[in-house]
């Protein structure tokens, strides 16, 4: 029942920025892990950045400094602010969460259906 949905995608110039949200729905005794991955045309699925439920960050080293990554717990979402974008950022981005939906189940990794960013002059 749990379902993750993208949105905030679209075209940009180089230079550019987006804002990324992704709502989580559906039974969730508590969101662990989240984050963003993208997939570009012949590359596999890699990771954007990423965030504990305490708010520590991972970004990769080609976004570091331009990305942002930010969760609402009470919200139950999660965000993704990118500035400067480049051409190389164009991509499908996929938003993750490790959630555990019962108290007595563990843990499992949930996936949205993505959203286009494109980046072009």
């Known amino acids: 029942q749990v379902q993750l949905v993208e949105s905030g995608g679209g075209s940009v110039q180089p230079g550019g920025s987006l804002r990324l949200s992704c709502t989580v729905s559906g039974s969730t005794f508590s969101i662990e892990d989240m984050g963003w991955y993208r997939e570009s045309a012949g590359n596999q699925r890699q990771l954007v950045a990423s965030i504990t439920s305490s708010g520590f960050t991972n970004y990769a080293d080609s976004t570091k400094g331009r990305f942002t990554i930010s969760r609402d717990n009470a919200k139950r979402m999660i965000y993704l602010q990118m500035n400067n974008l480049k051409p190389e950022d164009t991509a499908v981005y996929f938003c993750?969460?490790?959630?555990?939906?019962?108290?007595?189940?563990?843990?499992?990794?949930?996936w949205g259906q993505g959203t286009q960013v494109s980046v072009s002059s």
């Open positions: 993750c969460a490790q959630i555990r939906a019962h108290i007595w189940k563990t843990p499992h990794g949930y």
